[in-house]
């Protein structure tokens, strides 16, 4: 399974920008997936996850109220809309498919990663 992050760039604060995760097989689509990020000299840290029909998701209380993560199945997408973004979200943006169906924010239960995207808040 190849997974593919789109939609990073550089954007003022208090601005919005949505990522994209495809992937290559539709093999995922009853597993959730989730976001995650790692923001120079600092350790990858979970954003959001969502569950395989979308019905159940969670968020980083860093995240919770600014950050959206949806998906369609049909298109073996996930999305994350991100808004109200701050400086300290700077970050490059990874998406990962779980090894099972429900939302988890541990890292270990992630074996699909998509390559990154960068996401810079800056004026």
């Known amino acids: 399974v190849q997974l593919q992050a789109s939609g990073g760039g550089l954007v003022q604060p208090g601005g919005s920008l949505r990522l994209s995760c495809t992937a290559s097989?539709?093999?995922?689509?009853?597993?959730?997936m989730g976001w995650f990020r790692q923001a120079p000299g600092k350790e990858r840290e979970f954003v959001a996850t969502?569950?395989?029909?979308?019905?159940?998701?969670y968020y980083a209380d860093s995240v919770k109220g600014r950050f959206t993560i949806s998906r369609d199945r049909a298109k073996s997408t996930m999305y994350l809309q991100m808004n109200s973004l701050k400086p300290e979200d700077t970050a490059v943006y990874y998406c990962?498919?779980?090894?099972?169906?429900?939302?988890?924010?541990?890292?270990?239960?992630?074996?699909?990663w998509g390559q990154g995207t960068l996401v810079t808040v800056s004026s």
């Open positions: 969502i569950s395989w029909n979308g019905g159940s998701t």
């Open positions: 097989a539709r093999t995922v689509s009853n597993n959730a």
């Open positions: 990962a498919a779980a090894r099972h169906s429900s939302t988890t924010t541990d890292y270990s239960g992630y074996p699909f």
